[in-house]
């Protein structure tokens, strides 16, 4: 007979069933099983009353003897309470594991992301991760966004981003770049409007196109740190390159070559510190002024180089620029107002081109400019007030060209001009007294122009200058005695002009003088006795006056002097002997006089003589034979009245030979 029990008070559905005639197995580590022996002995069968009772009595001593036994004794350690803990334990540091894994392979990304950093993406970005997935990720790249830039003072205006998904193409390269030019000023709109195909692309978009696309130096690649203002200054002497036609010039060593700019033939350069902002960077939030030192352009020189063209406004950009020589080429078109820009310009050398159009107002302020020469370019209109504002201002050269209107008064601020041309012009009105208070003033030359009225009292006050052209002009009045007071002259000449009244006597004084010439007026009365007194004379010239008297001997103390020239005027007497002691003369001329008597034999012992004019006088006698061998004379002139019937002087090597007028010999001229 078998005995069932039923185990619903341990929650089991099972029946367990106990072999009466199985011995109990202390090696079992079942507590189940071991308490299925005490609470089941009703399954026993066939056996006495008596050895079942014995067997349960057993059965609960030994019980009663293992109590204190571990109750998970005998099972696997999985299954055990401290090993499903650790087991859980393990999971838990896994999972953690396997997240910081995916975290570091999305920080690093790939070459795609690498790219896109060197695009101009702020490294430093942290991006935000996502949940750690219950799947696989379809890609371990976190999206990351844009940061928020706040712009310091010197960080170029913003500029559209460019694509970072593999670094950015050549197109949004280009079109970055042509957007920051437009931003800083370095181009203008224009320029990049209608860009034309081929030849008749602007030199600015070839330009831009070439740094982008064409440069050996790939400035502007994906991972590209460039400063924003290499970037520029080599895009301008590119610009300035097809601009002015580099590719005819005579020398155009290096340029669009993989050489630093610095290095192209004309170009000089200097360490300077510069922002180190690249393209790409533009716009972003610094932290702090990042800079960098860099070669920067301080010296332009292309003079007589063959260069054509127009002068693009990009060479305003240069404003470390010191030096800019283009002189004696083909250049052509308007002198660009970006000029203005050029702050540190010292050297402004614009000579001997094809310039026309007016002055740019603009030159005014390139406060640090001392040299500013244009001379020699069809440039026409009035001279800018603002160059007054020049002050450190040592020579302007404009002459040879257009100009119309007054001289400016303001150029009377410029205390530090020294030279000062502006010869053959169409200036008019008078010379503003307020001139006189360039008292730096060494030369000043306003010959051939239409300047008129009297000559300014407060000019003859500059006491250092040296050189005094007002020739050909249209001044009136006398010379007056105040001339005395330039101390320094040693040129001095107002010659074709309306001046009336003799020559000052304080002219005398005057003992630097060397060139003296007021030829061509009507200036009458007699030569001053003492002018020959300055023993520094080189040249006197007062033909084409109404001068009277007699040659004064006091030029035979002049021994240095080499041209005397008296003719056309109604000086009386006799030539003097002592002329012959003038050993550097190569010049006398006194024809159209009414000098007499016979020709000096002392002036046989001039050797160096070039050109002799006698005629149109009452001279008798020979020329001297001596200078009929003289080879400086052979190529020169020598002119007497050797024609006629009865000639008045025998001269057997003259070049021309006049015949005295009848009206001469009766006193008439």
Request: aromatic share 6%; proline share 6%.
């Amino acid at each position: 007979m078998s005995n069932s029990y039923t185990s619903a008070s341990l929650g089991e559905s099972k029946v367990s069933t106990f072999n009466p005639s199985a011995k109990y197995d202390p090696s079992v580590n079942d507590a189940k099983s071991r308490r299925q022996l005490v609470i089941d002995p009703l399954s026993s069968d066939d056996d006495s009353d008596e050895a079942l009772e014995s067997q349960r009595l057993n059965a609960l001593e030994e019980f009663e003897d293992g109590a204190n036994i571990d109750p998970e004794e005998g099972l696997p350690f999985y299954q055990k309470r401290r090993g499903k803990l650790i087991i859980a334990v393990a999971a838990i540091v896994l999972i953690v594991l396997a997240a910081i894994v995916a975290v570091g392979l999305s920080s690093t990304g790939g070459d795609g992301d690498a790219k896109s950093n060197a695009s101009g993406i702020n490294s430093n970005s942290v991006p935000t991760l996502p949940p750690f997935p219950t799947e696989a990720p379809s890609t371990l790249r976190p999206t990351i966004s844009e940061p928020e830039y706040s712009p310091i003072e010197y960080i170029i205006p913003s500029a559209p981003p460019i694509p970072n998904v593999s670094g950015p193409s050549f197109d949004s390269i280009y079109e970055r770049l042509v957007t920051m030019l437009k931003l800083r000023g370095v181009t203008n709109e224009v320029s990049f409007t209608s860009v034309g195909t081929g030849a008749a692309k602007t030199s600015q978009v070839r330009a831009a196109e070439w740094l982008v696309r064409s440069d050996p130096l790939r400035l502007l690649g994906a991972n590209s740190k460039t400063p924003l203002a290499r970037v520029f200054q080599r895009y301008v002497l590119v610009a300035i390159y097809y601009e002015l036609n580099g590719a005819n010039w005579k020398n155009n060593d290096g340029w669009l070559s993989d050489d630093h700019e610095c290095r192209w033939y004309g170009v000089s350069c200097a360490d300077k510190t510069i922002p180190s902002t690249s393209l790409f960077e533009a716009g972003q939030s610094q932290i702090g002024q990042l800079t960098t030192e860099e070669q920067v352009l301080v010296q332009l020189d292309l003079e007589e180089n063959g260069l054509s063209g127009n002068l693009p406004d990009e060479i305003g950009s240069l404003s470390d620029c010191t030096v800019l020589s283009v002189y004696g080429n083909d250049i052509a078109g308007t002198l660009p107002s970006s000029l203005g820009q050029m702050v540190a310009l010292n050297k402004l050398w614009l000579e001997d081109n094809e310039f026309s159009g007016s002055l740019p107002s603009e030159i005014g302020l390139l406060a640090a400019l001392d040299d500013l020469s244009i001379y020699e370019n069809p440039i026409e209109g009035t001279l800018p007030t603002e160059l007054g504002q020049l002050t450190r201002l040592e020579r302007l050269w404009a002459n040879n060209m257009r100009i119309t209107g007054r001289l400016p008064t303001e150029f009377g601020m410029l205390s530090k001009l020294e030279n000062l041309y502006l010869d053959v012009n169409f200036l008019s009105g008078s010379i503003p007294r307020e001139l006189g208070l360039a008292t730096n003033l060494r030369d000043l030359r306003l010959f051939r122009n239409s300047l008129g009225g009297t000559l300014p009292i407060n000019l003859f006050s500059l006491t250092k200058l040296e050189i005094l052209y007002l020739d050909t002009n249209k001044f009136k009045g006398e010379i007056p005695n105040e001339i005395g007071g330039l101390l320094s002259i040693k040129d001095l000449q107002l010659f074709t002009n309306d001046l009336t009244g003799s020559v000052p006597f304080a002219i005398s004084l005057l003992q630097n003088l060397q060139i003296l010439r007021l030829n061509a007026n009507d200036l009458t009365g007699n030569i001053p006795a003492l002018l020959g007194t300055n023993l520094n004379l080189l040249r006197v010239t007062l033909s084409d006056n109404r001068l009277v008297g007699t040659i004064p001997d006091s030029l035979q103390y002049s021994s240095s002097i080499r041209r005397i020239e008296f003719d056309r005027n109604s000086l009386e007497g006799t030539l003097p002997e002592w002329i012959g002691n003038l050993d550097e003369l190569l010049t006398l001329n006194v024809a159209n006089n009414r000098l007499t008597g016979l020709i000096p034999t002392s002036l046989s012992a001039l050797k160096q003589l070039e050109e002799v004019k006698l005629e149109q006088n009452d001279f008798s006698g020979r020329v001297p034979r001596e200078w009929c061998e003289l080879e400086s004379l052979s190529n020169g002139i020598l002119t007497a009245d050797c024609s006629g019937i009865l000639p008045e002087v025998e001269c057997g090597c003259c070049t021309s030979c006049f015949e005295i007028m009848v009206e001469s010999r009766i006193g008439g001229h």
